[in-house]
């Protein structure tokens, strides 16, 4: 059975960092593209950045880019989220997706993890 489990987040200062961790049990990662999303409270699900299964490919949203970096170590079946001077705005619950599939004409990640919290604060 497919499982992915994030860690990493917490209670950070603006201009602080993180690194956040997504962990796959129960299959081999390297078949698959992973996104990270973020949700914040009262706000819909936003997608923050995308990684292919060999890695070659990346994107970012474009409030993200140059301060968050994706990677992954596929023997160690983890996607890393490398988040630099972060922001009151970044606050959010981050959750990775995998298992990306087309029903009736839309895409949709099958698989998620169970999230972790970043709160950026002074």
């Known amino acids: 059975q497919l499982q992915l489990m994030e860690s990493g987040g917490g209670l950070v200062q603006p201009g602080g960092s993180l690194r956040l961790s997504c962990a796959a049990s129960?299959?081999?990662?390297?078949?698959?593209?992973i996104k990270w999303y973020r949700q914040a409270p009262g706000k819909e699900r936003e997608g923050v950045s995308y990684?292919?299964?060999?890695?070659?490919?990346?994107n970012y949203t474009t409030s993200v880019k140059g301060r968050f970096t994706i990677s992954r170590d596929n023997a160690k079946r983890t996607v890393y989220l490398q988040m630099n001077g972060l922001k009151p705005d970044d606050t959010a619950t981050y959750y990775c997706?995998?298992?990306?599939?087309?029903?009736?004409?839309?895409?949709?990640?099958?698989?998620w993890g169970q999230g972790t919290q970043v709160t950026v604060s002074s």
């Open positions: 129960g299959f081999t990662l390297d078949h698959y593209a």
């Open positions: 997706a995998a298992d990306y599939i087309i029903v009736d004409g839309k895409g949709q990640w099958r698989t």
């Open positions: 990684i292919s299964p060999s890695g070659d490919i990346t």
